[in-house]
């Protein structure tokens, strides 16, 4: 390949960047965790367009862009649609399918959508349900996520159903982030930096270069977390390979 090749791929990478990055603020899409099967599908697509703006140099790249620009226009009405429409945010998106209800398996809904055995356990497990028989209805969302309600007998006390006075709790909020001072939420707080930098004086702290997050619970509880705070890493993996 001679240079003139690379600085054209160079170039069609900067506007596939900007393009791509134009079309998914537009588009607004939610996380990758949260997307319907519909809309996993059109992000592959957008992006496949993108890489052949960048690569494939025997084609003009604004020819592929045009073609980026109409799909792009596309999912935007359809998701219009879908928006007012229930019909088509049904036919789009598709619905939520019960597949677990008093405890029984609903096998026809689950052959209908495709999901096995196997995928309803791992769900399951992963929110802390290792029992069948504990549910009273799971349903398969149009995201491919897994809703359960537990047996009104297996959930977990509350302390409301104790009886239990709880003091509102609320978000806390942030003072220092990566070493940077935000002072909004300081003056949303009533505070000053004067204050800050004495809180931080007591816990031997003398610039908020120095701290990861600093943040001010509701009950007026200051919680700070350094950059270097001396504890020594916990290692998950055996990465000697050696059995125990």
């Not at 996380?31 to 494939?56: P, R």
């Not at 219009?80 to 049904?90: E, G, I, P, T």
Request: glycine share 6%; with cysteine.
């Amino acid at each position: 390949m001679s240079y003139p090749i690379y600085f054209d791929v160079a170039l069609r990478t900067v506007l596939a960047f900007f393009a791509i990055l134009l079309v998914t603020r537009i588009l607004d899409k939610e996380q990758v965790g949260e997307l319907t099967f519909y809309e996993y599908v059109t992000g592959i697509t957008i992006g496949s367009l993108a890489a052949d703006m960048a690569t494939i140099t025997i084609i003009s790249p604004w020819v592929i862009l045009t073609a980026l620009v109409v799909f792009a226009a596309l999912a935007f009405l359809m998701g219009y649609v879908s928006l007012k429409s229930r019909a088509a945010r049904k036919l789009l998106e598709g619905e939520p399918t019960v597949v677990i209800q008093n405890g029984k398996i609903m096998a026809k809904n689950m052959g209908r959508c495709r999901y096995n055995i196997d995928d309803l356990l791992l769900q399951l497990r992963t929110q802390g349900v290792f029992n069948v028989a504990d549910v009273e209805f799971a349903v398969l969302e149009s995201n491919g996520q897994l809703s359960v309600l537990p047996k009104s007998q297996k959930k977990p006390a509350t302390r409301e159903d104790l009886r239990i006075a709880s003091n509102y709790e609320g978000l806390s909020s942030e003072l220092i982030v990566d070493g940077e001072v935000i002072y909004q939420n300081l003056q949303q707080n009533n505070l000053d930096e004067s204050w800050l930098i004495h809180e931080m004086e007591k816990q031997g702290i003398h610039s908020p270069g120095e701290i990861m997050l600093a943040s001010l619970d509701t009950q007026g509880n200051l919680y700070v977390d350094r950059k270097k705070d001396g504890l020594q890493m916990v290692q998950v993996s055996d990465q000697s390979g050696q059995g125990s």
